[in-house]
């Protein structure tokens, strides 16, 4: 499965963007993963296609949603009230089993990330 990107961009501190990440084949699950200037990577969000399930790092609740559809092979991460902290480049990954999964390692692919800039 093949995973692309895209939907970064530059946006000032209480903006919004909308993440989109495309994949070639259907997964179980979907994630959003991102690695700020001198940071590790980290865990975003992550939805399952049983049940819609999400879950969210504490860092981005009741700012982000991520959305998708497995028959269309698509994930969303909509970002509203953007803050600097946010500035990242940020990587969709998908997996093939049955949990909402937040552990980058339990990732089967990944994209090739997009870069979001939020100026204060």
């Known amino acids: 499965v093949q995973l692309q990107a895209s939907g970064g961009g530059s946006v000032q501190a209480g903006g919004s963007l909308r993440l989109s990440c495309v994949a070639s084949?259907?997964?179980?699950?979907m994630g959003w993963f991102r690695r700020g200037p001198g940071k590790e990577r980290e865990f975003v969000a992550a939805?399952?296609?049983?049940?819609?399930?999400?879950r969210y790092a504490d860092s981005v609740k009741g700012r982000f949603t991520i959305s998708g559809d497995n028959d269309k092979k698509l994930v969303y991460l909509q970002m509203n009230s953007l803050k600097p902290d946010d500035t990242a480049v940020y990587y969709c990954?998908?997996?093939?089993?049955?949990?909402?999964?937040?552990?980058?390692?339990?990732?089967?692919?990944w994209g090739q990330g997009t870069l979001v800039t939020v100026s204060s």
């Open positions: 939805i399952n296609w049983s049940g819609g399930i999400t």
């Open positions: 990954a998908a997996h093939l089993r049955l949990w909402v999964l937040i552990k980058s390692d339990e990732y089967d692919y």
């Open positions: 084949g259907r997964t179980r699950g």
